[in-house]
């Protein structure tokens, strides 16, 4: 779930970059930069998720987001509606993993006395 809300994201960072063009004193190179530059750390940090420090860099990416709301004012929004979605993508998926450990231990262990006692 967490490398669905980066990929939504970076599709979001990146129109964020082409919003500011008209928006801000940015030039239009500088903001197409940070638009694709954050859209980019977005996809490596979905490609990270299973290796150290991709879920860091997940939620490094989220507090640029909120961050980038004093170069685009409805950032401020649309930063806390992914941070908000990205925690609950990522806690909802450590749940899900503890359950499904637990469910294989006992799975192992109904297996063993199944077989034991046939």
């Known amino acids: 779930m967490c490398a669905a ?10 129109l964020t970059g082409v919003v500011s063009i008209g928006t801000t004193d ?3 190179g500088t903001a197409l930069g940070i638009g694709v530059g954050l ?3 977005c996809v490596v940090a979905a490609g990270l998720l299973g290796r150290p420090g991709g879920y860091a860099l997940g939620w490094l990416v989220q507090a640029v987001s909120i961050a980038l709301g004093f170069l685009v004012t ?3 929004f649309l930063g806390v509606v992914f941070l908000a ?4 993508a990522y806690f909802l998926g450590a749940k899900v993993d503890r359950e499904k450990a637990e469910r294989e231990v ?4 109904w297996q063993a006395e199944r077989g034991a006692g046939a």
Do not use: K, P, S
């Open 26 to 28: 940015l030039g239009a």
């Open 39 to 41: 859209a980019v750390i």
């Open 5 to 14: 809300i980066l990929v939504l994201q970076a599709v979001v960072l990146f």
């Open 85 to 88: 979605l990205w925690a609950g």
């Open 74 to 76: 409805t950032m401020f």
């Open 106 to 109: 006992l799975e192992r262990e």
